[in-house]
């Protein structure tokens, strides 16, 4: 009998236990919801270029941004990035952030301003204990000088950068120029393809 | 009639803004020349102190040659590498090599220069560099950025103090090697280093 009764509180304890688990999540999931949760991955130099590079079905433009929470101007000109990406990745462009903040920050700065920012896009910070390496794959000239922004087609070539803060009217040009070369090239292959049948 | 006048004006105004250009020599704003290649000789320029008073290069210059390395007063990054600065001065004034700083941010007076140098202990020679035009010369665009001369203003290295931006971190220091080699009457290993930090503000 009495071990009849402990196997009901155990029974009874352990309910409430996996019971009450899903209601947390939920109440986490409800306060997260108003802000969102910012996920900033930590990538070497390797990591950099896959982040260029991308996979082999990812054919669209990309724009890079170099920043840093202690850099005045990366912060300042953020918010017309943020405009840029809402305006141009419905045309077929992609944007992503790579912060050069120490890796202590990565769960704390760097993403509280992300959010601040209402950065929807994938975020990186760069985790690398001697920079050239990881500079040098996105442009042998660059002097390491930020903020730095860079316009990648959609084969990855190299077709903008901008060190320092970014004008935005020379940006846009160079964004709608390079968004109106690719469609010009998907609608010719896509006239090639449909001739050669 | 009216037309072809304002055609007239338009061109003769553009034709006038290239002819500013190309007489100024000044690049297209935010475009950063390039720098010098290592080897090539620096020429020497005058510039004033953050009390005003003029320096030539030549009047700064150590026997064994010169480490100007381009700073700035808020840049977090150039802000890090004060002590390592002021020490790398001290370091190498008995050696004859001379450690000048030179600060060409727009944003930043000679009075803000003054002060944090006095802040910072910093006590070697800071030039204030108002229009960029040794920063232009250069094509120094970070903070900080370091430029080796040797005796006859030959460029021998060019880039980083070190490489990291905490002081912890540092595992490779080009500058004080390519002092070092250079003292010692070897070559230098690693001529040319790049880091993270602050766009130089210009004019």
Same mark, same amino acid.
């Given at each position: ?17 996996? /019971? !009450? ?16 949760? &910012?996920? #900033?991955?930590? &990538?070497?130099?390797? /990591?950099? =270029?896959? =982040? ?45 952030? #790579? ?10 700065? #760097? ?56 004008? #935005? ?5 160079? &964004?709608?120029?390079?968004?109106? !070369?690719?469609? !010009?090239?998907?609608?010719?292959? /896509? ?7 | ?31 950063? *020349?390039? *720098?010098?290649?290592?080897?090539? +000789?620096?020429?020497?320029? +005058? ?28 840049? *977090? ?65 970070? +903070? ?42 070897? *070559?230098? +290993? ?14």
């Amino acid at each position: 009998m009495k071990l009849t009764r402990k196997l009901l509180w155990l029974g009874l304890v352990l309910s409430l236990m996996l /019971g !009450s688990s899903p209601v947390s999540a939920q109440s986490k999931r409800t306060a997260t919801k108003s802000q969102p949760k &910012i996920s #900033v991955a930590a &990538i070497d130099a390797d /990591g950099l =270029v896959a =982040v260029l590079k991308r996979g082999a079905t990812n054919n669209k433009p990309l724009l890079v941004n170099f920043w840093a929470t202690w850099c005045d101007p990366c912060r300042e000109e953020f918010p017309d990035l943020v405009k840029i990406d809402k305006q141009y990745r419905p045309q077929g462009l992609d944007f992503t952030a #790579v912060s050069i903040d120490d890796l202590s920050e990565i769960e704390t700065t #760097v993403p509280q301003f992300l959010r601040e920012m209402q950065v929807t896009v994938p975020t990186y910070l760069l985790n690398v204990s001697d920079p050239e390496l990881a500079m040098s794959k996105v442009d042998p000239q660059w002097s390491g000088a930020l903020p730095a922004t860079f316009l990648y087609d959609a084969q990855g070539q190299l077709v903008y950068k901008r060190l320092g803060r970014i004008k #935005v009217p020379e940006l846009t040009e160079a &964004i709608e120029k390079l968004l109106r !070369s690719s469609e !010009s090239k998907v609608s010719s292959s /896509g006239f090639a393809v449909s001739g050669s049948k | 009639m009216k037309k072809n006048l304002i055609s007239t004006l338009l061109v003769t105004s553009i034709l006038f803004a290239c002819a500013i250009v190309a007489v100024s020599g000044r690049p297209a704003e935010g475009d950063i *020349p390039l *720098p010098p290649a290592i080897g090539a +000789t620096i020429a020497d320029f +005058t510039l004033p102190d953050a009390n005003g008073k003029e320096h030539s290069l030549a009047s700064l210059a150590g026997k064994n040659g010169s480490v100007l390395i381009f700073i700035a007063v808020q840049c *977090p990054v150039s802000n890090a590498y004060n002590e390592r600065m002021e020490k790398l001065a001290q370091d190498y004034k008995a050696k004859g090599i001379n450690v000048i700083g030179i600060n060409s941010n727009v944003a930043e007076s000679a009075d803000a220069v003054k002060a944090h140098a006095a802040e910072k202990h910093l006590t070697f020679t800071i030039l204030k560099d108002a229009g960029n035009k040794v920063a232009d010369r250069l094509g120094a665009s970070v +903070t900080p950025q370091a430029y080796f001369i040797d005796a006859s203003n030959k460029l021998l290295y060019l880039g980083r103090i070190d490489n990291s931006k905490s002081a912890e971190g540092v595992t490779s220091s080009e500058l004080r090697d390519a002092l070092d080699a250079t003292l010692a009457g070897k *070559p230098i +290993t690693k001529t040319t280093a790049n880091a993270f930090g602050c766009t130089i503000k210009r004019a």
